[in-house]
């Protein structure tokens, strides 16, 4: 479990992360989406130790990552793809890396044929495409077989069938009760590969759920409602604060879960022939929502 608690940070007078908590659950895929300038890449250094906190705190399993000896056992992460020495070869990076922590020679070889790089093993990674760096990257992540996994936009620079990979690779991880953690500032990337979202923006939190109860949020979300009785519906719904708008015949209702419709019609006898809620996209949920960090970034204010 990754939780973080009233975490802050400072860079001079900007307010990069602001009392952000949350918590990232073992065995699901956790999305951290936010628009550019979020504080998603200092989140992560935080979490990892990699950047100290103004205030706040952040453990990964119930302990600051820090204190935690042979950290690549602990935890797997890939912040930045391009963080590698192009001289070396695949093979040198990632034998150091399991010598310096002690890790077998033997899953050098095991996460080179994961990743798919066992051709391009002995290549120096000077010459590797940005796709090949990510899968790399990943390599390095997943070579002390950790429990938790951190990743910063790994799906960038990857061509489609690259992202299916990843996405599967993702699931794979969690299913085997990893916790994995993602970030991304494109919820279309986030649609498919996470099970829960953490939505931060202007480096405050926005949302910390599974992805249905984000789509809820969006005010494009309602529930309609058919009757044979619309004229007698309206103003009993509206009485309750819901906002009702006829649409194709059906009334379209926010303010009023859909329980709630149904218990309403029922006390009063009124017939429905249809009751159903309609969830905004999460493209629009994520959009509506974080509008005002993206605004606040566009007008070069922060
Ligand atoms: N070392 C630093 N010194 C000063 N300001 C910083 C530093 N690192 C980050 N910031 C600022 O903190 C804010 C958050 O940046 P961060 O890189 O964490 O956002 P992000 O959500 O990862 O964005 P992106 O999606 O663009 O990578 C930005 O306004 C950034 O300019």
Redesign the pocket.
């Given at each position: 479990m990754i939780e973080v608690n009233g975490l802050t940070k400072r860079?001079?007078g900007?307010t990069?992360?602001k009392d952000l908590t949350f918590t990232v659950h073992p065995g699901r895929v956790t999305g951290f989406l936010?628009?550019?300038?979020?504080?998603?890449?200092?989140?992560l250094r935080m979490i990892l130790g990699l950047h100290e906190p103004s205030s706040g705190t952040v453990t990964v399993g119930g302990r600051p990552f820090r204190e935690r000896p042979r950290g690549l056992r602990q935890v797997g992460s890939l912040l930045d793809a391009h963080d590698v020495h192009g001289g070396r070869t695949a093979m040198a990076h990632l034998s150091a890396l399991a010598a310096g922590n002690r890790i077998p020679r033997r899953r050098v070889e095991e996460v080179l044929r994961e990743v798919g790089l066992v051709k391009a093993a002995r290549r120096r990674i000077g010459g590797f495409s940005l796709g090949m760096k990510q899968r790399l990257g990943i390599a390095s992540a997943l070579l002390g077989d950790p429990p938790v996994l951190i990743f910063?936009?790994p799906l960038n620079g990857l061509d489609p069938e690259g992202v299916r990979w990843v996405r599967d690779l993702f699931r794979r991880l969690a299913a085997e009760g990893r916790t994995v953690f993602v970030?991304s500032?494109l919820m279309s990337e986030m649609e498919h590969t996470a099970d829960q979202l953490v939505v931060i923006g202007r480096?405050e939190l926005i949302a910390a759920e599974s992805l249905a109860e984000f789509s809820a949020r969006g005010t494009r979300s309602c529930v309609m409602v058919g009757s044979s009785a619309l004229p007698a519906l309206e103003p009993l719904l509206t009485a309750e604060g819901a906002t009702v708008r006829r649409e194709d015949g059906l009334l379209a209702v926010t303010g009023l879960t859909a329980a709630r419709i149904g218990e309403i019609t029922q006390r009063h006898g009124i017939p429905v022939h249809h009751l159903s809620a309609r969830a905004s996209s999460l493209e629009e949920a994520f959009m509506e929502l974080t509008a005002d960090s993206a605004q606040y970034l566009a007008g070069g204010t922060?």
């Open positions: 860079y001079g900007t990069a992360v936010g628009p550019n300038g979020a504080g998603k890449s200092t989140t910063d936009e970030s500032h480096g922060r």
